[in-house]
């Protein structure tokens, strides 16, 4: 029996040595491995990861729902470097296809719900064009709010929005390009993500 064991271990090994064999033949290719995007967001949007088309489209002709004691602190730098451990989290996914990327997070303590959304890599945007970002519900009736004008920092763009309203419940971040003059209603989704 112990005879048996020992050889189909050696087998194995033999055999898995083989395979890892290849592997690091295969591995060492210089050819660059291509990323097939559009794969990869349409399994998002098939797994609810990301918005689907039919969310994106309601979302286009939502009124946005008001907020009580809503601002933009200017100083987004402090939001920036504050400790946000415990907070609910974002990774922020580039639905255009790109190579744009964000993480925000979020909060309500003592009476103030916080959003601070760092992004980067993105596109200056054109003259009269701005980037917005939206707290969207996604359970049940689409229901969104305008956080606020991306600014421009060192290493790309941020928002940061508190209010005493507790927004806890609109648990997914939309990035949008917008013509700036026209701030009613979301445009083109440019980053997306769920809190955690």
Not at 7 to 19: D, K, R
Not at 63 to 84: F, H, Q, R, W
Request: hydrophobic fraction near 40%.
């Amino acid at each position: 029996m112990k005879k048996t064991l020992a050889y189909t271990l050696l087998t194995l090994v033999l055999i898995g040595g083989g395979c890892f064999g290849k592997k690091a033949e295969e591995s060492s290719s210089t050819e660059p491995v291509e990323i097939d995007r559009d794969a990869i967001l349409l399994e998002a949007r098939e797994n609810g990861i990301i918005m689907s088309q039919e969310e994106v489209a309601a979302m286009s002709s939502l009124e946005p729902i008001s907020v009580a004691g809503a601002s933009n602190p200017t100083n987004v730098t402090a939001y920036l470097k504050a400790d946000m451990k415990g907070w609910s989290s974002a990774a922020l996914a580039d639905v255009t296809g790109g190579e744009s990327y964000g993480l925000s997070h979020a909060t309500f303590e003592n009476g103030i719900y916080t959003v601070v959304a760092d992004m980067g890599n993105l596109t200056e945007p054109a003259e009269a064009y701005s980037y917005q970002g939206w707290l969207v519900n996604r359970k049940g009736s689409l229901m969104a709010v305008n956080i606020g004008t991306a600014v421009k920092t060192e290493t790309g763009y941020a928002i940061v929005f508190t209010s005493s309203q507790d927004l806890s419940e609109f648990d997914f971040f939309v990035l949008t390009l917008e013509l700036t003059a026209g701030l009613s209603t979301p445009e083109e989704h440019i980053l997306e993500g769920s809190f955690r």
